[in-house]
């Protein structure tokens, strides 16, 4: 590796990440710049309704992955040859992209990783292995994610660590006496959903992390269903790591991004060792080197972070109150309609929620729900939406969720019920 050729990603914003001017938001205009909403399932028009495994990427997205590959793709921080130097400064453009997106102090601040999971799982093994204690707690809460469950109980087996959970009521609110009481002095982590997948929860997250904080404890945000719905601050939440996936925020696959606060940052060691994350190599032990590169070992999706910072650019480019506002015209227009359907049963029904409709249907087995919506074009996602004990505390196996984006409209619920409607007089009660 030349280190010579790095730009520091510290440094000033590079010109590619200038700030986005802002344009009027029409969902129907919106939704015609994402391609794939046009095609149809099944001699239907598809209706997508499963933005909360993963969102579908506008033509500016596209753009950017293609225009890297045809005009720009070299490796980074590795030659001093043009193509090198623009891909160099591409992936540097994205970080500062990420950084400006979630208001980040610093773009050191912002490592890019595969997505949420391996957000999270780099905070278990890097801080975690170096600062839980045998009996420290961490405390999550029973609508996590299973990729916010089980990196913490592999770091706790091996630390003598104990993980504690924070129950939530029967609408799927997190019940916060309950966390509060649970909160003590062996408390070293909070780690805690934004938005929950299965039920669509939001979380009070700073309010969370002031009393988590005024505890001793850390918090980690998982933001994987709140970047795309929500206006995420770090440093207004106070969070301590945020976690996030690209793909459910318009972006590319294979990417996402953890913002940590620099000083626990610099004071973890590194979790995966390889090419770009050292700054000396010898048999007699080696050194790291500064942020990010020590979380970054190997080759990163160097694409994949263009296209991410194109999704945020043109995200961030849209005035985010109309946004919101037409997504709690969706949930509440689905709550509504939803609510009409013979034996239909919502799960999650927290006064404070986003985006997510997750429902069974007396005598009707959720994965049938889920094959006899897509016979009518209508795509839903149907299982345990890796949220098990979500599962457990309502007593179900699992549920068929329709989960909302800004490119949906009330058709698409609509459509919705009129294929439940199907659905339901093939099983009538
Ligand atoms: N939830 C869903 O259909 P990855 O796979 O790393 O991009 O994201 C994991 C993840 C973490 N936390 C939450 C709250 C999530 O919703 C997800 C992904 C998808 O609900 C796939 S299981």
């Known amino acids: 590796m ?3 050729s790095r730009t520091p990603a510290g440094g000033p914003a590079p010109a590619a990440a200038a700030a986005p001017a802002p344009r009027p938001f029409d969902p129907r205009r919106v939704r015609a710049e994402f391609p794939i909403l046009a095609r149809a399932v099944r001699g239907k028009p598809l209706v997508y309704l499963d933005n909360a495994a993963t969102t579908q990427k506008p033509v500016a997205v596209l753009e950017a992955l293609d225009g890297f590959y045809r005009a720009h793709n070299a490796n980074i921080h590795r030659a001093v040859h043009t193509l090198s130097q623009e891909a160099t400064l591409a992936f540097d453009a994205a970080r500062e992209t990420v950084r400006r997106f979630l208001n980040a102090a ?18 278990a093994q890097a801080w975690g292995r170096a600062n839980l204690r045998a009996g420290d707690e961490v405390l999550l809460t029973t609508m996590e994610h299973h990729s916010n469950i089980v990196p913490w109980q592999l770091v706790a087996a091996e630390r003598g660590a104990v993980v504690r959970v924070v129950p939530i009521d029967d609408a799927g609110t997190l019940d916060l006496d309950a966390f509060h009481r649970l909160l003590g002095p062996r408390t070293r982590l909070v780690a805690v959903g934004h938005v929950s997948n299965a039920l669509g929860t939001v979380n009070p997250v700073a309010d969370l992390a002031r009393a988590a904080h005024a505890a001793g404890a850390l918090v980690l945000v998982d933001g994987a269903q709140a970047v795309a719905h929500a ?8 969070a301590d790591f945020y ?80 946004v919101a506002a037409h997504e709690a015209d969706l949930l509440a227009h689905g709550t509504e309609v939803l609510s009409r359907v013979p034996g239909l049963r919502l799960v999650g029904t927290s006064p404070h929620k986003a985006s997510v409709l997750s429902f069974t249907l007396d005598g009707v087995h959720p994965h049938d729900i889920g094959t006899l919506l897509d016979l009518e074009g209508v795509a839903v996602r149907t299982g345990h939406h890796c949220a098990q004990p979500v599962m457990e505390r309502y007593g179900v196996p699992a549920t068929a969720r329709a989960s909302l984006a800004l490119y949906n409209l009330r058709d698409d619920l609509d459509a919705l019920v009129a294929a439940l409607a199907k659905v339901r007089a093939l099983f009538p009660l």
């Open 231 to 238: 206006r995420v601050d770090v440093r207004a939440l106070d």
């Open 106 to 123: 610093d773009a050191r601040e912002v490592i890019f990783t595969r997505g949420t999971t391996e957000g999270i799982n780099l905070v």
């Open 2 to 4: 030349n280190r010579a």
């Open 243 to 322: 976690a996030f996936s690209g793909h459910k925020v318009f972006g590319p696959t294979g990417i996402g991004a953890l913002y940590g606060k620099r000083a626990l940052l610099e004071a973890m060691p590194p979790w995966q060792g390889g090419g770009d994350m050292i700054r000396t190599v010898s048999f007699a032990g080696s050194t790291w080197a500064d942020l990010p590169s020590k979380f970054e070992a190997g080759t990163p999706d160097v694409a994949g972070a263009v296209g991410l910072g194109a999704a945020l650019a043109w995200f961030s480019a849209l005035p985010f109150d109309a």
